[in-house]
């Protein structure tokens, strides 16, 4: 059974940083790709970026710069460091197994101006 198990999110000033953690288990962690995600309150969830297997990222243009993901394929984690939030940043934030129905819980994120 895959699960994913998001942690790390709180509430931070605007300028402040964070680091989510992605904890995968059911799946064969170092060959798959893995996404994060994010929906602010009334809002469709939308994509922040993408990590192949071999750590190659591709981000959404809103977050380049100031995003950046990591993967620990020995402890099956996906990271995504998040610096100079934005107020507009602020969104519950998903990891998602491509291509499958498999997402986790959600960690909120929420950044004061």
């Known amino acids: 059974q895959v699960q994913l198990v998001e942690s790390g999110g709180g509430l931070v000033q605007t300028g402040g940083s964070l680091r989510l953690s992605c904890v995968v288990s059911?799946?064969?962690?170092?060959?798959?790709?893995f996404g994060w995600y994010r929906q602010a309150p009334g809002k469709q969830r939308e994509l922040v970026g993408i990590i192949d297997s071999g750590g190659t990222v591709k981000y959404v243009d809103s977050v380049h710069g100031r995003f950046s993901f990591s993967r620990d394929n020995a402890q099956n984690v996906v990271y995504l460091q998040m610096n100079n939030l934005k107020p507009e940043d602020t969104a519950a934030y998903y990891c998602h197994l491509p291509n499958t129905p498999h997402w986790g819980q959600g960690t909120q994120v929420t950044v004061s101006s």
């Open positions: 059911g799946t064969t962690f170092s060959t798959q790709s």
